[in-house]
T-cell receptor
Framework: DSGVTQTPKHLITATGQRVTLRCSPR?????VYWYQQSLDQGLQFLIQ???????AKGNILERFSAQQFPDLHSELNLSSLELGDSALYFC?????????????FGSGTQLSVL | GENVEQHPSTLSVQEGDSAVIKCTYS??????FPWYKQELGKGPQLIID?????GEKKDQRIAVTLNKTAKHFSLHITETQPEDSAVYFC??????????FGAGTRLFVKA
């Protein structure tokens, strides 16, 4: 168990809908990262937060947004969902800001858009 | 930005044999290279990492090598066991806030 908690584990929704994925980092970790893993694809970096502030952005669509709350948990919001958004979404955390740091991953949220 | 290429995409070995996975990176500023193992239904888990001031690092049956000049780094697993079967990801970090992953290698260890 990595100590990173993601909910829900599975999410099934329809095109055009909006969903929220939740992540609780390991105790003491200040950074949260979001990654997308499509079928047979690698891990695509979406966005990173450190202590409530956005630190880095990857290939995150404008329809997607995220935030990190004062208690350090994070939420990834996906709106106007399309079939291609179906993927496994991972959250990871690290102690510091992310420079050369080990990432601890949650078990992921499997999103299916029908 | 950084780009990490990983080969092979699939690797099948007999139990007890060695497995080697190779990665190349594009950004010469990258200085931290972790390797992650992802088992079915789970998130990736760090198994070993290497920093740019080190050429080789070993941890029991696994080892990583780094060639900064060629921008290559590799994962070596010796005496493979069925429980080594998983997807392995290499990654690179430039000291910034992004860890960029390779596409992954699916390793099958046949008993």
């Amino acid at each position: 168990d990595s100590g990173v908690t993601q909910t829900p584990k599975h999410l099934i929704t329809a095109t055009g809908q909006r969903v929220t994925l939740r992540c609780s980092p390991r105790s003491g970790d200040l950074s949260v990262y979001w990654y997308q893993q499509s079928l047979d694809q690698g891990l695509q970096f979406l966005i990173q937060y450190y202590n409530g502030e956005e630190r880095a952005k990857g290939n995150i669509l404008e329809r997607f947004s995220a935030q990190q709350f004062p208690d350090l948990h994070s939420e990834l919001n996906l709106s106007s969902l399309e079939l291609g958004d179906s993927a496994l979404y991972f959250c990871a955390s690290s102690v510091g800001q992310g420079e050369n740091e080990k990432l601890f991953f949650g078990s992921g949220t499997q999103l299916s858009v029908l | 930005g950084e780009n990490v290429e990983q080969h092979p995409s699939t690797l099948s070995v007999q139990e007890g044999d060695s497995a080697v996975i190779k990665c190349t990176y594009s950004d010469s500023a990258s200085n931290y290279f972790p390797w992650y193992k992802q088992e079915l239904g789970k998130g990736p888990q760090l198994i070993i990492d290497i920093r740019s001031n080190v050429g080789e690092k070993k941890d029991q049956r696994i080892a990583v090598t780094l060639n900064k000049t060629a921008k290559h780094f590799s994962l070596h697993i010796t005496e493979t066991q069925p429980e080594d079967s998983a997807v392995y990801f290499c990654a690179a970090n430039t000291g910034g806030f992004k860890t960029i992953f390779g596409a992954g290698t699916r390793l099958f260890v046949k008993a």
